[in-house]
C-alpha cells in the first residue's frame, strides 16, 4: 500500500450506519471467525452481526463467566475459549486449541484493547497497553496463520483509534524505561502500532490470497473507558458538568452497534477485495490526513509508512523472542 491509496472509495455508509446495512447481501455460512475482546462494547455487537450472517465465531476470553452471560441474548454458533491477551502463553494455548479444532480461520478480528491505564507492566515487563494491544495481537495472528493460509481469501481487522495522530511509536523508549509514563502517549503508541501492524500483515498475507486493515471504531462509550474518571471525561468533552453525556458526545458519539461497523465493512466488503493494508473509518477507506484534517478524522501519514510497519514488525519478533 502507498500512501496515496488511502482514498474514501464512496462506500454509502457513514458514522451513524447500522450493522444491518454494511452487512446486507454478505453470506459467511461456512466462515469462522475470531473476535478478541468479543464479549465487552463494540465486541459483541460485531459477533451479534457476524453470527447472523452465518458465521461461526469464537470469542477468546479472560472472564468465561463475563462472556457467557454478556453474549447469551445472541443465536448462533458461537464458541468460549479460555485466553488471556496479556499472557503470551495463553495466548499460544488458545491458538493450538484453535489449530487442533478448526478446518481455518476465514476472519480475526483483533478488537480487545486497554485505554489510558495507571502503569502497569505485562509479559517479561512490556508496557501494559503495547503488550496487549500489540503485542498480545502480534502474537495472536502469528499462532494462527496456518488457518489464515488454510481459507479463502481471509481477512484480519486490527482496531486502531484515532488518538494514533497524538503521537507514533516511541522507538526509543517504548516501554518507558527512560521517561515518565504518560497512559495518552502509550496508548496512541498503541493503536498506531495496531496500524502499521495491518499495514506489514497484509504485504505477508498476500501470498497466499488474505489482507488485513485497520480501523478507527469512532467515539463509543464502552467498558474502554474504564480507567478514566468521571473528571477526566469532563476535561475531555465526553461528559458534561452533570456527568452526563455532552452534547459533543451525543453528536458525535456513537452506539456500540454503530462502532462496530466499521469493522465490519473492513472484515467484509467486496470493495475491499483488491485493497490492502488500508485504515478505514466511517465505514470507508480513511482519507489521508494532511494540515487541513479536522482532529478527530483522517489517518496520519505515520501509520501509512511502509518502512516503519517493517520496522516495527522485525522489532515485535524480536521481543517475542525474548519473552
Known amino acids: 500500500m502507498a500512501a496515496h491509496d488511502q482514498q474514501p472509495l464512496g462506500s454509502g455508509f457513514h458514522m451513524k450506519s447500522e450493522p444491518d446495512e454494511v452487512m446486507s447481501g454478505i453470506n459467511l455460512s461456512g466462515r469462522v471467525a475470531v473476535v478478541t475482546g468479543g464479549y465487552s462494547g463494540i465486541g459483541v455487537e460485531t459477533v451479534r452481526a457476524l453470527t ?152 505477508r498475507m498476500a501470498a497466499f490470497g488474505g489482507r488485513a486493515f485497520s480501523v478507527h471504531p469512532g467515539g463509543i462509550f464502552t467498558p474502554l473507558q474504564r480507567d478514566l474518571t468521571t473528571e477526566e471525561q469532563i476535561e475531555l468533552g465526553w461528559l458534561g458538568e452533570d456527568g452526563q453525556p455532552s452534547e459533543l458526545a451525543r453528536q458525535g458519539f456513537k452506539t456500540p452497534a454503530q462502532g462496530c461497523t466499521t469493522t465490519l465493512f473492513a472484515a467484509t466488503s467486496p470493495l475491499l477485495n483488491d485493497k490492502h493494508g488500508l485504515y478505514c473509518e466511517d465505514g470507508d477507506v480513511a482519507q489521508l490526513a494532511d494540515e487541513n484534517s479536522p482532529p478527530y478524522f483522517h489517518v496520519a501519514p505515520h501509520v501509512c509508512d511502509e518502512e516503519s510497519a517493517e520496522r516495527l514488525w522485525r522489532m515485535s519478533e524480536e521481543m517475542l523472542k525474548a519473552a
Not at 61 to 71: H, Q, T, Y
Not at 119 to 134: D, K, L, S, Y
Open 52 to 203: 447472523k450472517a452465518g458465521a461461526k465465531v469464537i470469542v477468546p476470553a479472560r472472564s468465561r463467566d463475563k462472556a457467557e452471560k454478556n453474549l447469551a441474548d445472541i443465536k448462533g454458533d458461537i464458541v468460549i475459549a479460555d485466553m488471556d491477551l496479556a499472557d503470551t502463553g495463553s495466548v499460544r494455548s488458545f491458538a493450538d486449541e484453535m489449530t487442533r479444532d478448526l478446518p481455518q480461520l476465514d476472519l480475526l478480528i483483533n478488537n480487545a484493547g486497554i485505554m489510558a491505564c495507571p502503569e502497569r507492566r505485562v509479559g517479561p515487563g512490556w508496557e501494559a497497553q503495547f503488550g496487549t494491544n500489540h503485542m498480545g495481537h502480534f502474537t495472536l495472528t502469528k499462532a494462527l496463520m496456518p488457518l489464515l493460509e488454510k481459507a479463502d481469501s481471509p481477512r484480519v481487522v486490527s482496531l486502531s483509534s484515532i488518538a494514533h495522530k497524538r503521537n507514533g511509536i516511541l522507538w526509543d523508549d517504548i516501554n518507558f524505561e527512560e521517561n515518565d509514563y504518560d497512559k495518552w502517549a502509550a496508548y496512541a503508541q498503541a493503536k498506531s502500532a495496531n496500524a502499521l501492524f495491518a499495514l506489514g500483515l497484509s504485504r
